[in-house]
């Protein structure tokens, strides 16, 4: 069964310091691979993908994911961390194929708080 | 980037009453609209996939007599709650499959409260 693990509830980070959201994944061939952001009581934000190609993705506001296919890992990471990037972060995959409707499957979230 | 619109944003209803949702791809067609549950501080729950002119395909332990979808056109796909009770209170969210690209977006999210 497709799943997708985001083994921290929380990560806290100091502004200004490096910070990693968590994100292992289990599907069966190539997926395609997502980051999310929601702030609260809004829907989702796009801020990167892998498709193909190079392993390390750079997306929106300065965020980046290293896709890691040996791990199944694609963790995502940014150098400094700032206080408006306190959100709750998901991780989502979709497998490839043209069976597939689209259809994401969620990692359970991560909180990411950044403090002053 | 493309948008993807959801009304209304909160909605507080009494129990026994049904609640309509509605998205809308407010700059592309979207054959493909997908709707999802999530309750605080969780992740989200796909409900069904809806498809333009079909019936939608709902996931196991949805009930679809309970949340009726109907995707009408391209561009707008209806989520609606019937019978409501406080157990539905839950914030949905929609997202909608470009049919140009392929691309997910997702709308702003739905809070129903059922008093």
């Known amino acids: 069964a497709q799943s997708v693990a985001q083994p921290e509830d929380q990560v806290n980070v100091a502004e200004g310091n490096p910070l990693t959201v968590k994100c292992t994944y289990s599907?069966?061939?190539?997926?395609?691979l997502f980051w999310y952001v929601q702030y609260p009581n809004r829907g989702l934000q796009f801020l990167l993908k892998?498709?193909?190609?190079?392993?390390l993705v750079k997306g929106s506001y300065g965020f980046e994911a290293e896709f890691n296919k040996s791990q199944t890992s694609f963790h995502l990471k940014k150098p400094s961390a700032l206080v408006s990037d306190s959100a709750l972060y998901f991780c989502?995959?979709?497998?490839?194929?043209?069976?597939?409707?689209?259809?994401?499957?969620f990692g359970q979230g991560t909180t990411l708080q950044v403090k002053p | 980037g493309a948008v993807v619109s959801q009304h209304p944003s909160w909605v507080i209803c009494k129990s026994g009453t049904s609640v309509k949702i509605e998205c809308r791809s407010l700059?592309?067609?979207?054959?493909?609209m997908f709707w999802y549950r999530q309750f605080p501080k969780q992740s989200l729950m796909l409900m069904a996939t809806s498809n333009e002119g079909s019936k939608a395909t709902y996931e196991q332990g949805v009930e679809k007599d309970k949340f009726l979808i109907n995707h009408a056109s391209l561009t707008l796909s209806t989520l609606t709650v019937t019978s409501a009770h406080p157990e539905d209170s839950s914030f949905y969210i929609c997202s909608a499959r470009t049919v140009a690209t392929g691309e997910l977006f997702f709308g702003e999210g739905s809070r129903l409260t059922v008093l």
């Open positions: 700059d592309f067609q979207a054959t493909t």
């Open positions: 989502a995959v979709r497998e490839r194929g043209s069976s597939n409707t689209g259809k994401l499957i």
């Open positions: 892998y498709i193909t190609g190079d392993n």
């Open positions: 599907v069966s061939g190539n997926p395609y």
